[in-house]
């Protein structure tokens, strides 16, 4: 069974750019959350996507954005680059249990490093 | 989502049996306790989920004691690739799809 899968892996940008990641949940797997990993701030929760919906949203400004597709495929995107979106930008896909939930097993993919100059 | 503490850093041999306790004083009644573990760029990878008691699977066994305030990862026979970032998550279902990650346990192993 494929894993999650998380394009592109590598990427540098010039700040104001913008960017688009993309990430394939495992087969089956409705829920896809993104999360943001940094030396100074470590994993920090950006948003999750269920059945198209966003369902939970984090704590950062409306530069960061996705969207989720009725095929489970999610994107996330980052308008206007700043210095400090240089992360490792992952994605997670889970089954839902009871009444949708995720299960609480989040299978994460390798992620996206994105270096902003 | 109730806040965790666990030590930055634990360091260990080839062999011996590592034990990460997290502490979590105001865990909620609808709360479960779960460890991911994350190798240096790579996502994390989950370990083990218990409620209360005693869990144990193929990779590690986690201690819930009565109280729930306090849990124990442990890994037995640990071995150089246990070298890892080992985090402690506490929440209820509602919030599995938004985890809220602490600074983590570095684990290193040596020979």
């Known amino acids: 069974k494929a894993g999650v899968t998380q394009t592109p892996r590598y990427l540098i940008k010039t700040r104001g750019q913008q960017v688009t990641l993309s990430c394939s949940p495992i087969?089956?797997?409705?829920?896809v959350s993104w999360y943001q990993q940094t030396p100074g701030q470590g994993l920090q929760f950006l948003f999750e996507?269920?059945?198209?919906?966003?369902?939970n949203k984090g704590n950062f400004p409306g530069r960061f954005s996705g969207r989720q597709f009725s095929n489970s495929r999610s994107e996330m995107n980052v308008s206007t680059l700043e210095l400090g979106d240089s992360a490792l930008y992952l994605c997670?896909?889970?089954?839902?249990?009871?009444?949708?939930?995720?299960?609480?097993?989040?299978?994460f993919g390798e992620g996206s490093r994105l270096t902003v100059l | 989502l109730a806040k965790t503490t666990q030590p930055i850093s634990m360091d260990s041999y080839e062999g011996q049996e590592v034990n990460i306790t997290c502490s979590h004083n105001?865990?909620?009644?609808?709360?479960?306790i779960t460890w991911y573990q994350q190798f240096p760029s790579q996502g994390p990878r989950f370990i083990i989920q218990?409620?209360?008691t005693k869990v144990t699977n193929e990779v590690a066994s986690l201690f819930i004691p009565a109280d729930r305030k306090s849990s124990t990862l442990s890994l037995p026979r640990v071995s150089l690739s246990d070298t890892a970032v080992y985090y402690c998550?506490?929440?209820?279902?509602?919030?599995?799809?938004?985890?809220?990650f602490g600074a983590g346990t570095q684990v290193v192993v040596t020979p």
């Open positions: 105001n865990i909620a009644t609808n709360d479960y």
């Open positions: 218990g409620y209360k």
């Open positions: 996507y269920f059945s198209e919906t966003q369902r």
């Open positions: 998550l506490v929440g209820d279902p509602d919030s599995w799809g938004k985890l809220q």
């Open positions: 997670a896909s889970s089954l839902e249990g009871n009444y949708g939930r995720a299960t609480g097993e989040l299978f």
């Open positions: 087969s089956g797997h409705r829920s």
